[in-house]
T-cell receptor, first 113, second 109 residues
């Protein structure tokens, strides 16, 4: 079934550790996004990529990095996790940077202790 | 700054009609989305409005007034499975989505 796959689905992490959240899509979408969702707040954009080989900063990029080596994969790395990064992380994609609706992965629940 | 406002929570009865409002103030406007999100799941696309007026899709309809910075999602013949959060998002002048915090809809029998 076509879609977006995220891994892990859930993770508990000690503060200061490095963590990479994986995201893979098989829809050949050009644009990909990482959001975090926290209670009482709207989805907030962390980083995005309009096409393979390019990335950009969103609303809350500090403490996170991304890469887009190919069309399908868009990993999100926390270099040194802090408790404020406890959240649910959603990867999403759409056909173009300006067009189409977003398709979301199932989310990765991250707890930083 | 950019702002999307939605009610935090609404309650409705099975079989009834409910209207969820969304007002926005954004830097530019290139369309408005509504998404449904069941607890513990990913958001899924419901509707997209870019021109003023009503878009109908089965039991769900979405309305947009760009001059008023206002949209609503209308759900008819409510079913228990409609219990979810409904997210309003505006595509701004940079084509990025600005999201509201979502409206949690509780359906009672």
């Amino acid at each position: 079934i076509a879609g977006i796959t995220q891994a892990p689905t859930s993770q508990i992490l000690a503060a200061g550790r490095r963590m990479t959240l994986r995201c893979t899509q098989d829809m050949r979408h050009n644009a990909m996004y990482w959001y975090r969702q926290d209670l009482g707040l709207g989805l907030r954009l962390i980083h995005y990529s309009n096409t393979a080989g390019t990335t950009g900063k969103g609303e809350v990029p500090d403490g996170y990095s991304v890469s887009r080596a190919n069309t399908d994969d868009f990993p999100l790395t926390l270099a040194s996790a802090v408790p404020s990064q406890t959240s649910v992380y959603f990867c999403a994609s759409r056909q173009g940077a300006h067009t189409g609706e977003l398709f979301f992965g199932e989310g990765s629940r991250l707890t930083v202790l | 700054g950019q702002n999307i406002d939605q009610p935090t929570e609404m309650t409705a009865t099975e079989g009834a009609i409910v209207q969820i409002n969304c007002t926005y103030q954004t830097s530019g406007f290139n369309g408005l989305f509504w998404y449904q999100q069941h607890a513990g799941e990913a958001p899924t696309f419901l509707s997209y409005n870019v021109l003023d007026g009503l878009e109908e899709k089965g039991r769900f309809s979405s309305f947009l007034s760009r001059s008023k910075g206002y949209s609503y999602l209308l759900l008819k013949e409510l079913q228990m499975k409609d219990s979810a959060s409904y997210l309003c998002a505006v595509k701004d002048s940079n084509y990025q989505l600005i999201w509201g915090a979502g409206t949690k809809l509780i359906i009672k029998p």
